[in-house]
């Protein structure tokens, strides 16, 4: 059975004309459209995991409506040099028209409910229960809508003694050895920042909904979609988490090959250098001009380099001492994988990401314009939908509501009795 309703929702607009500032563009009508056009997602998470999920659902083509409580989300409210909304909140939840609803009261579960109603897609990341109090856990809305696609994002997953506890990235980090690993052996554990586990996280919710999306395709049927913080850690060490029968628990899992390949001080600056293989160790030794140390049979595997590394390391970097970290990138070229450290401030203009067409210009209303990040996959059958600043708090609520057949004395109504903002 084939689930066409959103095809036929996107061709009406098509037929309609050019969609609203800030919906999602219609190009079902055509043969060049992306995977997820005509797909709405209804995207009540907050933090990181689950919105920048749902962002990479709009990348896809999705309209994406973030639906917030009268509070917000807590993201806006993180540390920011930005005064007028968090860089967090922006970077997050571009792609996206803003609702407030207080689910809270009767009339604003009727609203989301309505929302429902003519969604594809709902993600948030609320703790095991809380959805059921709320009235809009998923078999609560399964009822309403069978071809709903249910994604919560957890801490800990939906069962277990720690279902209830809260997840945050770095809390994931450290209770799953991350940190542990990270730092140096025996030592102090160090955190991983950048909220890895977060964007992994959100990596996830947007395979699974679209997996979950194509099923639908098939069956007609929505499903739950459960993504955790715990899975997200635990996938990211899958190559460090095994166990042969009969080996000790406690054992090496570092898989650094240290030694050689790691970050090495330049005259000016530093470079990350990769030389695992014969081919990459031989060419780096010929352009620092060691060439002896190819030659010799005590470093030719990189379990030898790694354990020589006090012999090697020197000697290499007094040969890097030569040059500045970006002078040896011009020399090691495409030869010997490498990177001179940079900040993440040279990403705006670098040619390289600019080139790829990463960085994308955005307008919000309180900030202005602003340079941020954009098109996290490329698809080759239509170009990736234009870009558009996160919404400031309940910033389309009129209009959403509007859409979906509310009138203007109902939605003064609601906003009175602070239901909506």
């Not at 028209?97 to 009767?106: A, E, S, T």
């Not at 715990?230 to 030694?259: F, H, T, V, W, Y």
């Not at 940079?342 to 309180?366: K, N, S, T, Y």
Request: hydrophobic share 40%; aromatic share 6%.
């Amino acid at each position: 059975m084939i689930d066409l309703p959103f095809i036929r929702r996107a061709e009406a607009v098509v037929a309609a004309g050019a969609p609203a500032q800030g919906a999602a563009p219609a190009q079902v009508g055509s043969t060049k459209r992306l995977p997820l056009a005509g797909i709405r997602v209804l995207d009540l998470s907050a933090y990181i995991a689950g919105p920048y999920g749902c962002t990479q659902l709009a990348d896809m083509g999705a309209e994406v409506i973030k639906v917030e409580p009268p509070v917000g989300d807590n993201l806006r409210k993180y540390p920011s040099t930005l005064e007028a909304e968090s860089r967090a909140f922006l970077g997050v939840n571009r792609s996206k028209r803003g609702i407030v609803i207080d689910l809270k009261q009767p009339d604003g579960l009727a609203v989301l409910q309505k929302l429902v109603d003519t969604a594809d897609v709902l993600v948030h990341n609320f703790r095991p229960g809380v959805p059921e109090r709320l009235g809009i856990g998923y078999e609560q809305l399964k009822q309403r809508r069978p071809q709903l696609v249910y994604c919560a994002v957890t801490g800990y997953g939906e069962t277990g003694p720690m279902k209830d506890n809260a997840g945050y990235d770095q809390v994931l980090q450290t209770f799953t050895g991350i940190c542990a690993l990270q730092g140096p052996a025996g030592g102090e554990p160090q955190i991983v920042y950048g909220s890895v586990v977060d964007y992994y996280a959100a990596a996830l919710v947007a395979s699974g909904v679209s997996a979950a999306l194509f099923e639908r395709g098939r069956s007609g049927q929505g499903q739950y979609v459960g993504v955790s913080l715990l899975r997200s850690a635990l996938a990211m060490q899958s190559a460090r988490l095994i166990k042969a029968d009969n080996e000790p628990l406690a054992i090496g899992r570092d898989m650094r090959s240290g030694g050689i390949t790691g970050i090495h001080p330049a005259r000016e600056g530093y470079i990350y250098l990769s030389a695992n293989t014969a081919h990459f160790w031989a060419t780096l030794c010929e352009r620092v001009g060691l060439p002896e140390l190819a030659a010799d049979e005590r470093y030719d595997t990189v379990r030898k380099r790694a354990e020589n590394a006090d012999v090697l390391v020197p000697k290499l970097r007094a040969a890097l001492a030569a040059r500045t970290a970006r002078e040896w990138e011009q020399v090691f070229g495409s030869d010997v994988p490498c990177a001179a450290a940079r900040q993440l401030e040279e990403m705006f203009d670098h040619p390289q990401v600019l080139a790829e067409g990463m960085m994308a210009a955005m307008h919000h209303p309180a900030v202005g314009s602003y340079q941020g990040f954009t098109e996290v996959v490329r698809f080759g059958n239509a170009p990736a939908p234009a870009p558009f600043a996160a919404p400031a708090l309940g910033q389309h609520s009129d209009q959403i509501l509007a859409a979906n057949g509310y009138s203007p004395e109902e939605i003064s109504r609601l906003r009175a009795l602070g239901v909506i903002r």
